[in-house]
């Protein structure tokens, strides 16, 4: 651990988002074993030598004018107009669409009834500030959707329903209705209406309550339910019309919205956050792109952030635990000036869909932790949702939040599950080279996965979620309490009138609050002095008797008494006043936990922390915040789950002590203690103290070892340790230890907390407990610092947003150091904080031979929200409905490569297809075709995989694993982050509607194209990888493995259907030259031609440069010159398509379309004597089977060209 306070977090290169930059080390104000509090050695120039006992010299009027002005320079925004209110949009035109031909179809206008009548049941339309809706301009829906498809849908309103079936069933998990296009738009327009009253400061927030959904929708491309896509128009806007510069877009509907990830995903100026169901591919929409490894590229990169659940039943926990570890720090550092939220509710407990588990009151929490970013400014979008019950509960909950009322407990709150854990540290592994932020200490990194066997393991079973807990939302006369009596300054140094701790302290606090309006705006509660019997329950009748005697002591008697203690001074007022401090504090407990206010402050002093059973220390007399806890359980008649979090920058000694036995009060202090140097000095502010007997682990402390710790400091403790273990521990009730000796400006903490970050840290802190949290003031000796943090706290109280923080550095290496070593001693105490290794672990592991199971059609409205293991199919009423159309059409389930295991016996293994094998590969290599020459087959097991699935989970996985694509090299470490683009390039919407009424209805034709393909081809069409073998090279490996009875070959069959098909472009009139070099290294061999743009690049095995191509343009889909393969990159998959006619001696028809949006339809003409020839004779014609490594057939003499067509 070390004990410096350089802020150097890494010495890796990591690119400067906001030039960082921190001030030269300061190592002034660092206290010395025996030196007392308050207490300095090698004071800086603006303080004065510091006496004994903690008395200093006055501070001159010219360095307390610069404190001023220093404090006066932050963006406190604290005299800024207050903006209240909630938008919510709200239309019944919405309702007028559904789908014609199904009747049961999920998404249909009872989802906006529901939530109607829940939203009136609970009195929330009345609260809100309504706004009607308006249309989205062409010229708007444009800034994310090409013209020609914003046309296309516009024709929709004019189709009759046969019409409309056909071109909904060219799409994924659609349907279409005359009216469907007008509502798009309205949804749209809704969302932007929102954007002007949030951004115009009209209101604080807003939510859109709207249909049909809009992420799935991309540039060109209605999928899942989706038209046109909300949120995307809305950031794009923002920053037209409004000139945002910086938008964050959170998706935490249950499905991955790809839409939004394509759309913004080579873009820096917006941040796309998405946390959906994945299953490793095996969930709707069956990408690649939705793995945590898919990060954006270019100028994008790290600013696509996924996290993928990849198990059922996840739950709060897992949810909350994805924001604070990941979302909030970026967030932070990324600092939106608007946040955007694609707030789907499939993902609560009893959705037909998402098949999780999270409640109405996680959401509540998820969105209170949203509303303390961009000043506020939090738009929710309304997009999936199929359980009525959940989603209007869950509408319900969030809109309770933006409109300020308290999150409800959470039910069952724990910790992120191993599955959540591992997506989480696969998720921070990648994004972590891109944002300052995550970077952990370097000197504890590799000790994270060390002594896992010391962890105490707790087997969990299968999780049984309990019924679906309905919310309680309080009733409130007042929301926060404030209480402070001016008799408290009747304690003060008679020997020195400018020691720290003065009366003016509580007094400016006062007036700051009475100046901003803030005092007035709270309820004041009158004080009283605390009982004996609330006194002893933390201190002994001997002490208590002791400080009341002094109130007769003379003057040279209090002087003998405070000199037996430890940094104190006493008056005659001095045990009135802590009387009096304490029992202001319980007071203020007692409004809080009957209701009367939701939470509070409590401006008091004397301070109290420091206060031992029978001992005053370090300026405290009574132990107020340790009263006040006591008392809290004494008048609710249990032990009450109380949190203490002390950020007082002095460790809590007394209030450690109280508790250290008992489990029911967990304390958490953040303190400066410099290896033991700093006050109170000792070990008993060490990270290694956690409490004793049935309350070990309930004693946490993070011990900062040097100055200049700040909010970076502050923030990365509250999302990594403070907040984890609290929403695990799941108090009942939270009360601060509020010293500002922390702020910057404070003689005596040498710390840098800004006024905003202690609002920020405040607001944190209230999704806690119901929202009962209370403020009770401690340390702070600086009166412009404390003056203002309190009131920047109590504003967070009151409800007001945090202002915008701007962090100018990424948390102190020393910082990173103290809190990776608490985390690492209370690991085994808390499993919110134990670390998975950053292996994906998730999906099959065994290696079984499995026959392939031959996916039947179905129909494309069954695609959304379901799972097909194995190949299956789920029933129509499993997933989203299926469509009703004739036309027999692939499902996404289908449209995913198939990962086949074929045996061969012995004899058999002649009869294997021919290829070109690579140099001394084995079978399990040539499986893969990942593995690097000469490797064994263990090896190739391993490393031939990427880290989401090995070989062997391929065999188990059947049917829907994802195939690793032609010219990506990865192996068992980290895998690269994919680019995962949208179309750039689409052929022209109005090409479909001309096809329209040429479709033919009959499901003959699909049934006809299928046939075509032999069941062989389909087996056995390419290798993994995209390798070419030979036969001889196939015999060769197959005969190294002689001994065994059977060997096993992996073949991969190409998607039926794929979304990105859109983007290939009509070919050069001059044909295609598989002759052609690459463009960069000039290359005869292997060689891919681009569907988008036609310029031809090597392959991976030869310079790569196809990749490279791909992530520079982001053009899709690729052609093999070498055997006709079709490999999509955002897919990651080959994709089928037909070949020329079955025999030679038979034309090639010059268009054979097998409808629009399922297959790319190849005319391949071969044994041309030049590329432009039109007529061959019959017999120059050949055929290439799809997937095949083409042969010239013997004896031709002509050049081969291929001449190929789009669709």
């Known amino acids: 651990m070390t004990s410096t306070g350089q802020d150097t977090t890494t010495t890796r290169q990591r690119r400067s988002r906001h030039n960082p930059h921190s001030p030269p080390h300061d190592s002034s104000v660092t206290s010395k074993r025996g ?76 989802r906006l009834h529901a939530i109607k009548e829940q939203l009136i049941q609970e009195g929330l339309l009345d609260r809100c500030v309504s706004f009607q809706a308006r249309f989205a301009e062409k010229e ?6 090409s013209l020609e498809y914003i046309d296309l849908m516009e024709t929709t309103q004019y189709m009759n329903e046969g019409e409309l079936h056909i071109l909904a069933d060219t799409y994924d998990s659609v349907y279409l209705h005359p009216n469907s296009y007008t509502c798009a738009c309205l949804a749209s327009g809704s969302v932007l209406r929102l954007v002007d009253a949030v951004v115009g400061n009209e209101i604080r927030n807003g939510m859109a309550i709207i249909r049909p959904p809009g992420h799935h929708a991309q540039h060109s491309l209605m999928d899942g339910y989706c038209m046109f896509n909300h949120v995307a128009v809305a950031a794009r806007y923002a920053q037209k019309k409004h000139a945002v510069q910086r938008v964050l877009i959170v998706d935490w509907d ?41 990060v954006g590229f270019g100028r994008g990169q790290g600013y696509t952030i996924n996290v993928p659940w990849n198990q059922v039943g996840m739950r709060d926990a897992d949810y909350i635990a994805a924001f604070l570890h990941l979302l909030l720090p970026v967030a932070l550092e990324f600092q939106p000036q608007l946040v955007l939220v694609a707030a789907g509710f499939d993902a609560l407990q009893g959705d037909p869909k998402g098949e999780m588990a999270a409640t109405p009151a996680g959401f509540a929490q998820l969105t209170h932790l949203l509303m303390g970013l961009a000043g506020g400014k939090l738009i929710l979008s309304l997009e999936g949702g199929y359980n009525l019950r959940s989603l209007a509960e869950g509408v319900s909950a969030s809109l309770h939040t933006l409109l300020g009322d308290p999150c409800p407990i959470l039910e069952s709150p724990g910790a992120p599950c191993p599955s959540a854990q591992t997506s989480l540290s696969c998720a921070l592994e990648a994004l972590e080279p891109f944002w300052e932020v995550l970077v952990r200490s370097a000197e504890t990194l590799e000790e994270d996965f060390l002594e896992e066997e010391n962890v105490e393991k707790e087997e969990e079973g299968p999780w049984q979620p309990p019924a679906l807990a309905i919310p309680t939302w309080p009733v409130l006369q007042a929301r ?31 007036r700051r609050l009475e100046e901003l309006g803030l005092a007035g705006r709270c309820l004041t509660l009158p004080t009283r002095p605390a009982t004996d019997a609330e006194l002893l329950t933390c201190h002994s009748a001997e002490y208590i008797g002791r400080l009341r005697a002094t109130a007769k002591m003379k003057t040279r008697e209090l002087h003998r008494e405070g000199s037996n203690f430890d940094s104190i001074y006493i008056c005659p007022g001095t045990f009135a006043c802590a009387q009096l401090a304490t029992g202001a504090a319980c007071r203020l407990v007692e409004a809080v936990l009957a209701g009367e206010v939701l939470n509070g402050a409590a401006v008091v002093r004397p301070p109290g922390h420091h206060a031992e059973r029978d001992a005053a220390c370090g300026f405290c007399f009574f132990n107020s915040v340790a009263v006040a806890a006591r008392h809290a359980q004494a008048i609710s008649g249990h032990a009450l789950r109380i949190l203490i979090v002390d950020w007082d920058v002095h460790h809590g000694n007394g209030t450690q002590h109280i508790f250290e036995e008992d489990p029911s009060v967990l304390y958490i202090s953040l303190h400066r203690y410099d290896h033991g ?15 004793r007997a049935a309350g070990t682990g309930f004693t946490v402390n993070v011990a900062w070892n040097g100055p200049r710790v700040g909010d970076a400091d502050y923030l990365a403790a509250w999302h990594r340790l403070v907040l984890p273990i609290a929403y695990e521990f799941n108090p009942e009730l939270v009360l601060v230890s509020a010293g500002f000796d922390a702020a910057r400006g404070d003689p005596l ?120 293991p194995d190949g299956n199919i789920p029933d129509a009423d499993a997933g989203k409905p299926t469509s009703a159309s004739p036309v027999a059409a692939s499902t996404p389930d289908q449209a995913k490569s198939e990962t086949t295991v074929v045996e061969f016996s012995r004899d058999q293994i002649s009869e294997a297809p021919t290829g070109e094998d690579t140099a001394d590969q084995t079978p399990s290599e040539a499986a893969t075709g990942e593995a690097a020459v000469d490797q064994t087959p263990s090896e190739a097991a391993t490393e031939g995989a990427t880290q989401d699935q090995t070989p062997s989970e391929e065999a188990v996985g059947g049917a829907e694993m994802i195939q690793t694509p032609p010219a990506l090299c990865t192996d068992n470490q980290t895998p690269p982050a994919l680019p995962a683009q949208g179309a750039t390039t689409q052929i022209p919407p109005s090409k479909l509607t001309e096809n329209l009424r040429n479709l033919d209805l009959n499901s003959e034709a699909q049934e006809a194209a299928d046939s075509q393909i032999p069941e062989d081809e389909r087996l056995l069409g390419e290798a993994a990888g995209g390798q070419d073998r030979d036969a001889s090279g196939l015999t060769q490996s197959f005969e190294e ?101 079955p025999g030679c001696e038979e034309r090639c028809s010059p268009e054979q379309v097998w409808g629009a949006h399922t297959s790319l339809t190849l005319n391949v003409r071969m044994c041309s004597p030049s590329p432009s020839s039109e007529d061959l004779d019959e017999g120059q014609r050949h055929s290439i089977p799809s997937g095949r490594h083409f042969s010239p057939p013997q004896g031709c003499q002509f050049q081969h060209k291929y001449f190929v067509r789009g669709l």
């Open 254 to 294: 249950v499905h991955h919205g790809q839409g939004t990830q394509f759309t913004f995903d080579q873009d820096p100026s917006v941040l796309y956050f998405s946390i959906h169901r994945y299953e490793q591919g095996r969930f709707w929409p069956h990408l690649k792109a939705s793995n945590w490894s898919t």
């Open 1041 to 1141: 493995h002689a001994d065994a009875d059977q060997v096993m070959l992996y073949a991969v069959t190409p998607l039926p259907w794929c979304p990105h098909l859109v983007a290939v472009r009509p070919v050069p009139e001059s044909g295609l030259d598989v002759t052609q070099p690459c463009r960069d290294c000039g290359t005869l061999q292997e060689n891919w031609v681009c569907l988008s743009c036609y310029q031809v690049y090597c392959g991976r095995y030869v310079g790569a440069h196809m990749l490279q191509h791909h992530e520079v343009s982001g053009h899709p889909l690729v052609l093999s010159y070498v055997d006709l393969s079709t490999w999509c990159y955002n897919c990651e998959a080959y994709v089928h398509h037909q070949v020329g006619s």
């Open 677 to 691: 140097t700093f006050f109170p000095m000792g070990d008993e502010g060490a990270s290694c103290q956690t409490g």
């Open 35 to 110: 030196v007392k509090k308050g207490a300095l050695l090698h004071s800086s120039p603006s303080l004065a030598e510091v006496k004994k006992k903690g008395r200093m010299k006055k501070l001159t009027q010219a360095t307390e004018q610069d404190l001023i002005v220093d404090l006066q320079g932050l963006d406190l925004n604290l005299e800024a107009k207050t903006l209240s209110g909630t938008g919510l949009v709200f239309d019944e035109q919405l309702n007028e669409f559904h789908c014609l031909w199904d009747d049961s179809f999920p998404e249909g206008p009872e």
């Open 140 to 145: 708007e829906l444009m800034l994310v959707h």
């Open 749 to 868: 903490g040498g710390c840098q907390v800004s006024p905003e970050g202690y609002a920020h840290l405040t607001h944190l802190l209230m999704g806690l407990a119901n929202g009962r949290i209370i403020l009770i003031l401690e340390g702070g000796y600086n009166l412009t610092s404390i003056s203002e943090s309190m009131a920047a706290c109590t504003r967070s109280l009151l409800g007001d947003p945090p202002p915008l923080l701007n962090l100018s550095r990424p948390p102190l290496s020393g910082a990173l150091a103290s809190i990776t070593e608490t985390i690492h001693i209370h690991r085994r105490y808390w499993r919110s904080l134990r670390v998975m290794k950053v292996e994906d672990k998730e999906g099959p592991s065994s290696s079984k031979s499995i026959t392939k199971k031959v996916t039947q059609p179905a129909n494309r409205g069954s695609g959304v929200g379901m799972t097909a």
């Open 480 to 510: 926060t309490g404030l209480v402070y009596d001016q008799r408290m300054m009747g304690h003060y140094n008679l020997w020195d009138n400018h020691h720290p701790e003065m009366p003016q302290r509580v007094f400016r606090i006062m």
